[in-house]
Structures are given as C-alpha cells and as structure tokens.
C-alpha cells in the first residue's frame, strides 16, 4: 500500500511562491505517475501538474509559473509554486497511481491549503 501526506501550504500574497511537499510510504516503488491537483471553493478538482518517467505536463494556468519534481529517493514530490495568483487559492491534493500484485491503484493525500491573497 501507498499513503502520501502533503505538506507546504499557507497564506501568501500575489506575486509570492510556496513550495509543497508530498511524502511518500510503503511501496513507493510501485508508483509510475504522480501529479498536484487543486481544488477551488464551488470548484471540481482539477489537474495542475503531472509527472512520471517520460513525462511531465501542467495545466495552461500554471505553465512557467509552477515546477512538478521529485527526489533522488523518490519518497519526496514537490510543487514550486512562483508568481501567485489569487485564482490559484484552492486545496491542493497530492496523487499516485501504479501497480501491485497486477491491480492498479490511485490514492490521496489528505490536502494542503493554499490561499493567495491580492
């Protein structure tokens, strides 16, 4: 099994950056993909950015803005969020998906808030 805790979050003004962490345990060797999502108050939850061995992608509204990476360990994901805007206040959920014993699976985190003030 896989559980992941997020990290990171706080109140910032426009314009500022935020770093967010996503930890990983149990069978991180499983995982193949992983990506922040966010989600806005009266909003869906929606992909911000994506990242597995061949590919790293982020949504238009963050693109040059914010940095998907992880670690050499491949416990730690992080989010560096630069040039915050107020539309990128939200919860901010970690993900991870693979495969063990054959059956796929796609667990959360618990989310970590962000609010950007203008």
């Known amino acids: 099994q896989v559980k992941l805790v997020e990290s990171g979050g706080g109140l910032v003004q426009a314009g500022g950056s935020l770093r967010l962490s996503c930890t990983a345990s149990?069978?991180?060797?499983?995982?193949?993909?992983r990506g922040w999502y966010r989600q806005a108050p009266g909003n869906q939850r929606e992909l911000v950015a994506g990242i597995s061995s061949v590919d790293t992608n982020y949504a238009d509204s963050v693109k040059g803005r914010f940095t998907i990476s992880i670690d050499n360990t491949k416990r730690m994901m992080f989010l560096q969020m630069n040039s915050l805007k107020p539309e990128d206040t939200g919860v901010y959920y970690c993900?991870?998906?693979?495969?063990?014993?054959?059956?796929?699976?796609?667990?959360w985190g618990q989310g970590t808030e962000v609010t950007v003030s203008s």
């Open positions: 993900n991870a998906g693979g495969r063990i014993l054959y059956r796929d699976f796609d667990v």
């Open positions: 149990g069978n991180i060797f499983s995982i193949n993909r």
